[in-house]
Every structure is written in structure tokens, then in C-alpha cells.
């Protein structure tokens, strides 16, 4: 049976040789600078409403749609097989259910982004094709969060949105995993047995550090781009979701922030 032992620092209080911990330890300014953030406490409040979270979807899709396409296409890569779980983790599907039950089935045609996201999806694309070891960053640092952070942020937006049922709110579940706790721990050690260089591993690390600022980046052009927007605009080229007033645009942003700060706040302890 696979070691499901977690990586652990050692007893001198120093970073291990595991690249999950090493990951951990060179994001650790990334996660103080994206968890000391008013907006992050907004969310937790549940000041959260459905247009902000419209938005969100659609930005996390296109993220996804990368990653995943990426991660389907380089499966048997040395470095990528060992974390490929897409019974398991996959998001893309979930949230085409979300999207569709918010949008109705004609979504794709009201998905719009920031520049940002498609920077993010481009450098996905990038490293995919030429460097598919750096998927691995991406990957931990996405699914891990999200497998943390999913059933306590899917409870908050429920009670926030006021919905009834768990519908559109499918990205929050992971029906694939009984246990959380014991699949991240397989996944670490999967990870950690990834046969790296010197120089591929400190491209991982530096990668995962992207994967953070990305992330960031987003926030900024998503609030940016809501700014600009007024509420409920559309043409028939390129149709966007609802837009909040000012105030709820910052509250969004918090919202984006929550969703990758709360996980990775999570599986970082």
C-alpha cells in the first residue's frame, strides 16, 4: 500500500527535502500577503451576492478548461502521471453544471473574463506544451486548495446566495473523494516521489509562486473590469454577466481572494 505518510518539516524546525513542504515554505508570503486582506473577511461574512458570483465562474472555467486540457494531454508524462486524478479532482465539468444552471444552456455565449485570466490560461497553455512539469505547481496549488476549502466556502455561498439546494453550486463537492484528508496526504506522497533535478525543482517552486501571483493578477483586472462595466450591459458579440454597483465590485474581488486564500490557507497548515 502507498506510504500515506504527509510531509513533515524536520525536528530542527527546517524545510524537508518533499516538495510539497518546499512549496509550502516558498509560498509562504504569498499566502500572509493574500490572507491580510479586508476583502477576504467580507467574504467569510457572507457578503457575497449572485452576480459576483457569476463572475467568478466564469473565470475559474477558463482557468480550469487550461489546466485540464493541459493535464488530460501530458497524463502520461513522468512528472504529470503520478498527480493525474481526474475521476477524482477534475473541475471543468463541475462547473459547466454551474454555469449552465446560472446562465441556462446557452452560457458559453455570457462567459467573459478579465485579461488577467487569459494570461493565466495562456501561460498554462505555454508550460504545457513546452514544460509539462510545471502543471505540477498548478495543479497542487488549484486542486489541493479547492479540496480544502470546498465544503466550507460551497456552505458559505449557499447561505449567502439564499439557495435551497446545493445546484450551481457543484464546484465546492468532490464526490470522487471519501476523504479528504487521506487523498491529500496520497497526493502529497505522489508528488514527492516526482524525480526531479536541482534545476527542475527550483523551476517548480518559482512556478508555484506564479501560480499565486496569477491568481492575484486576476483579482486586480476583475475589479478593474467591473469598474468599467455598467450592470446588465450586453451586445450580441459579446454578452457579460450582471455587474454589482462599487462597493459589492470590492466584495467580488474578496470573493476570488476567499476562494484561493482559504484552501491554500487550509492544506498549507
Known amino acids: 500500500m502507498e506510504n500515506m505518510k504527509s510531509a513533515r518539516k524536520n525536528d530542527t524546525g527546517e524545510v524537508g527535502s518533499d516538495?510539497?513542504?518546499?512549496?509550502?515554505?516558498a509560498t509562504k508570503d504569498n499566502h500572509v500577503r493574500a490572507e491580510n486582506t479586508q476583502l477576504m473577511l467580507s467574504y467569510q461574512k457572507g457578503q457575497i451576492t449572485l452576480p459576483q458570483y457569476k463572475v467568478l465562474l466564469c473565470s475559474l472555467y477558463e482557468i480550469y478548461k487550461a489546466l485540464e486540457e493541459e493535464l488530460d494531454r501530458n497524463s502520461s508524462h513522468p512528472a504529470v502521471a503520478p498527480i493525474y486524478f481526474p475521476q477524482e479532482l477534475?473541475?471543468?465539468?463541475?462547473?459547466?453544471?454551474?454555469?449552465?444552471h446560472f446562465f441556462g444552456s446557452d452560457w458559453r455565449k455570457s462567459v467573459i473574463v478579465p485579461a488577467a485570466t487569459h494570461r493565466y490560461e495562456q501561460r498554462l497553455r505555454e508550460i504545457g506544451k513546452k514544460n509539462p512539469v510545471l502543471?505540477?505547481?498548478?495543479?497542487?496549488?488549484?486542486?489541493l486548495g479547492d479540496l480544502s476549502g470546498g465544503q466550507v466556502l460551497g456552505k458559505i455561498t449557499q447561505k449567502s446566495l439564499g439557495l435551497s439546494s446545493k445546484e450551481g453550486l457543484s464546484f465546492f463537492s468532490f464526490p470522487g473523494v471519501t476523504s479528504p484528508h487521506r487523498f491529500k496526504q496520497l497526493y502529497r506522497s505522489r508528488m514527492n516521489s516526482i524525480e526531479l533535478t536541482e534545476e527542475g525543482r527550483a523551476e517548480v517552486l518559482k512556478e508555484a509562486v506564479s501560480a499565486f501571483e496569477f491568481n492575484i493578477q486576476v483579482f486586480d483586472d476583475l475589479q478593474k473590469m467591473l469598474s468599467v462595466t455598467s450592470p446588465y450591459q450586453s451586445n450580441s458579440n459579446h454578452p457579460t454577466t450582471v455587474l454589482p454597483t462599487s462597493h459589492i465590485m470590492q466584495l467580488t474581488v474578496g470573493l476570488c481572494v476567499a476562494l484561493a486564500t482559504i484552501g491554500m490557507g487550509i492544506y498549507a497548515l
Request: no cysteine; proline share 0%; net charge negative.
Open 19 to 25: 516538495l510539497s513542504e518546499q512549496i509550502k515554505a
Open 90 to 100: 477534475a473541475r471543468l465539468e463541475s462547473l459547466e453544471r454551474d454555469l449552465e
Open 135 to 143: 502543471l505540477v505547481a498548478h495543479a497542487y496549488t488549484r486542486y
